[in-house]
């Protein structure tokens, strides 16, 4: 059995911060922003919407999408870094709000390649036979984990949730390769907003999200491609035979010079971080959704997932359409 994407959904905060707010924060400039992240603006949560709630959006749009009933799900996995609280689970929220009685809820933190471990991990349980019908999700409120006075990181960020419904098929194929480097752990921190050295430190630099900007811009160029590179390569396939290579987005030149390492056309790499920023794991289903919606995915066709992140972490699936 291989898991099918038969419904996509996402859903952002109504809020939208642009370049220019963020010039009342920190000393930046929107053409700053726009040539080195290729962000313009980014969708910020404002009370009332959380992690969860967004999640439920998504995923009820997804539902919809897929024609499938609450009660039929029998698996949600939602990846965040950000969930509202740690107990109880995104997934566990988002099945009281659905109604999804019938499933098994879990969450899972892989940072921003978080949605593609949580789409490999359903997958794994699909071609098991153990479950039928999973929700994967991936929701952030990463404002609430910014810095908004560091302008090497809050430029980047936004917040959203998607969500696909996946279904096991006999046919289809579905292949990935996932590796982690926490060795080089600590170019991407947060050492947590909820835990006791926030209420005693609340400004703490450490609560917040920090990085190596550079660090993880060679990072992301030089392992992306690898990994896409070794995925293909093990299914004996190229370049050509890929539709769409849906990248995490976190930076426009990124993306960009991945698809240059990998001599592929430019055009089969969509973005959207102009509009959403870098919205952890929530920027391949948001993206995904956005291309589902415009009817630029064909049945049959290959697509490539490919995420990267804190962890280190990163990997690659290809997945028929
Ligand atoms: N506005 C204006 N200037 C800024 C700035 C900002 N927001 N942030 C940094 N600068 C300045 C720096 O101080 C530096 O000035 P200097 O040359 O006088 O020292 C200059 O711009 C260049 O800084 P640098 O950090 O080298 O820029 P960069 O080209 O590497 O771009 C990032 C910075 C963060 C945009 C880029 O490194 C990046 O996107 N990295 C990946 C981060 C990422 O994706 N993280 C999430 C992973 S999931």
Partial sequence: MTGKICGTGSCVPKGVWDNRKLMELVDTSDQWIRERTGVARRHIAE????????ASQAALFALENAGIKAEQVDLIITATVSPGELMPSVSCLVQKKLGAVNATCFDLNAACTGFLFALNT????????IYKTALVIGAEVLSNLTNWKDRSTCILFGDG????????????????????????????TCTCRN??????????????????????FQFAVSRVPEAIEELLKREQMNIGQIAHFVLHQANERIVRSVARRLNAEQDKFPTNMEEFGNTSSASIPVLLDELNRKGMLKRGEYIVFSGFGAGLSYGASLMEW
Avoid: C, N
């Fill in 47 to 54: 009370k009332g919407e959380t992690t969860a709630s967004l």
């Fill in 122 to 129: 359903a997958q794994a349980y699909l071609a098991q036979g």
């Fill in 195 to 216: 835990q006791k050295i926030y209420e005693k430190r609340a400004d703490a630099p450490e609560t917040y999200m920090q990085m190596d900007g550079r660090e993880i």
């Fill in 161 to 188: 949730a998607g969500a696909v419904v996946v279904s096991a098929q006999e046919t289809g194929k579905f292949v990935q390769i996932t590796h982690s480097v926490g060795e080089k752990g600590d170019v991407l």
